[in-house]
């Protein structure tokens, strides 16, 4: 058996970081983790073989050479699949498909023959068996959440290390939090499920085995949706597990609850972590009230961000406008909210309702549905009737993005963010990649960017206030680059 599991190309987006990738010669910032844990889990003895549209192109002798193709994606990545399947009928190969995507649309996609959807730690094994007997159903789904302990090592082997900026791993599935707007508890429920600690250092110990030594995604959900647990048995399996390690930073997701427990933040910097990404949304209790999101509600948003900053972890945020209870006022309400946080990563998006989320049931209910969204949360576009007047929608998020990504607004905010921070207790090491991606924003950035003027002064800053925090400055200017670019693509296409 001849299996080609392939991952669609994405388009350039918020999180693509393409724009910040040339800086260090890298074609992706993360690899297709879905597929190559699916691949541990297909018998021994079939042979795989892995081809990520981002990395490289689907040749016809890849095709020819599959008995079946695999296809993972999310909402976003919608238009490769069409031209992988066009291609795979073309050729004459069976179709298997996975992932967010086919999990609200399958119905939408007649040439695929299988789809295994949900968790594959369920129905993968019930395709196999079925396969093996040679009767196999169209569609495999369950209302179950399987534990983690069922969820092999990736087969970190499929992929060329040198194309990835970061290599992602798993932890934990699910989130005890239930905004209205989030699919994520819908998809993979609200109990958090764990890896043990030692299932996790032996994912790490495989990773590292396998040669990689740069920074690590802890794709969870919450990373902290269960803090005994992270507290008592895996963060101390973490903090050894560093022990005699020079680099490998992590970053994660998290909720903002976080800055209520120093220790669990102490022993996060121990662990390794430098960067967190947590759902804020707005400044608005109105409308954090309207979508349940209760765990950021009745405190200073502002106050809590600072104190997980200060505490060695830097805070990228996730912010959105279009909520039923908006005015026009929060456009600038966002705009100073993200200036004075110092969160320099901060995603602004239109509100949407994804499939299978209590907003898209509730606003059907109401009539304001008027499609399936395009699955990317930052290109200003909606499929929602908002209650404030479209125009005057588009046109504020317009300006929350021209704004908070100018040079100035920009770099102000990475010096408020690097007068808080503290620098990471992990060892940053320096190779000859790091160096090159100065050289280049130098010239990029220092000598042609039009943030020329904003890039030396933040040098000066830094090199006089907060020297050990150089390299970090200069990954920021890097990000910024990518930013701008992505929210002029926003502001001038819209
Ligand atoms: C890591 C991650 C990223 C990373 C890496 C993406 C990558 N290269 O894989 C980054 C940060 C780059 C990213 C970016 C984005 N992401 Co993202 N991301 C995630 C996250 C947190 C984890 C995904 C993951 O690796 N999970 C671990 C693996 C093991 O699980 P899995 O992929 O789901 O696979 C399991 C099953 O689904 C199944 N399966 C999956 N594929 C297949 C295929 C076959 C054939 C079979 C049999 C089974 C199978 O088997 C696996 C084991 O059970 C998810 C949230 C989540 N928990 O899923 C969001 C998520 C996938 N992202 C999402 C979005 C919207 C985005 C962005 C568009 C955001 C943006 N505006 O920029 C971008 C687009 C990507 C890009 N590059 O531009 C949405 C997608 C929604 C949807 N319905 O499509 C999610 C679900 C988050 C959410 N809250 O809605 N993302």
Request: glycine share 6%.
């Amino acid at each position: 058996m001849n299996v080609l599991l392939v991952y669609p190309e994405f388009p350039d987006t918020f999180w693509s970081f393409r724009h910040a990738l040339k800086f260090i010669r890298k074609k992706a910032a993360s690899p297709p983790l879905g597929l190559m844990t699916i691949a541990s889990m297909l018998p021994k003895e079939w042979n795989l073989r892995l081809v990520d549209l981002n990395i490289t192109t689907l040749r016809t002798k890849d095709l020819v050479w599959a008995d079946y193709v695999f296809i993972s994606a999310m909402v976003v990545q919608r238009d490769s699949v069409r031209m992988v399947i066009d291609r795979c009928v073309e050729e004459g190969v069976n179709i298997v498909a996975g992932g967010p995507l086919f999990l609200g649309e399958y119905e939408d996609f007649p040439e695929v023959d299988h789809f295994i959807l949900n968790e594959a730690e369920i129905t993968l094994p019930q395709f196999l068996t079925d396969f093996e007997r040679g009767q196999t159903k169209r569609i495999y789904r369950t209302d179950h959440f399987p534990e983690l302990d069922l969820t092999p090592i990736p087969r970190w082997d499929l992929v060329n290390f040198k194309h990835y900026a970061t290599m992602n791993i798993q932890l934990s599935r699910g989130c005890p939090f239930d905004c209205e707007f989030c699919n994520i508890t819908a998809i993979l429920g609200r109990r958090p499920r764990y890896k043990s600690g030692d299932q996790i250092v032996a994912e790490l110990n495989s990773l590292y085995q396998h040669g990689w030594r740069g920074d690590v995604f802890f794709v969870d959900d919450n990373f902290i949706g269960n803090k005994k647990r992270l507290k008592k048995e895996i963060l101390p399996a973490l903090i050894e597990w560093r022990k005699g390690k020079a680099g490998i930073s992590y970053n994660t997701e998290a909720s903002i609850n976080l800055a209520d427990d120093s220790q669990l933040m102490e022993m996060m910097t121990s662990a390794g972590f430098t960067t967190v990404f947590i759902g804020i949304e707005t400044p608005d209790e109105a409308s954090l009230d309207e979508c349940n999101k209760n765990q950021n509600r009745g405190r200073d948003l502002v106050e809590s961000v600072k104190r997980i900053q200060r505490a060695g972890l830097q805070v990228q945020g996730g912010f959105i406008v279009g909520f039923d209870h908006d005015t026009p006022s929060i456009f600038q309400k966002q705009i100073d909210f993200i200036q004075k946080s110092g969160i320099v990563a901060a995603m602004v998006g239109l509100l949407q309702a994804p499939h299978g989320t209590r907003l898209y049931q509730r606003l059907l209910g109401e009539g304001r549905i008027f499609d399936s969204g395009s699955g990317n949360n930052v290109d200003g576009s909606t499929n929602i009737i908002p209650q404030m007047d479209i125009d005057v929608l588009r046109a504020g998020y317009q300006r929350i993005l021209k704004n908070i990504y100018s040079p100035k607004l920009y770099y102000e905010r990475v010096i408020t963010f690097l007068k808080e921070y503290q620098p990471p207790k992990i060892e940053v090491q320096i190779d000859t990649a790091h160096i090159l991606a100065l050289l280049r924003s130098i010239y990029l950035l220092g000598l042609r960017g039009t943030e020329r003027f904003q890039y030396w002064k933040l040098w000066g800053w830094v090199l006089t206030h907060k020297p050990r925090l150089f390299p970090t400055a200069i990954t920021l200017s890097i990000y910024g680059h990518h930013f701008r670019i992505i929210s002029q693509q926003v502001t001038e296409t819209k």
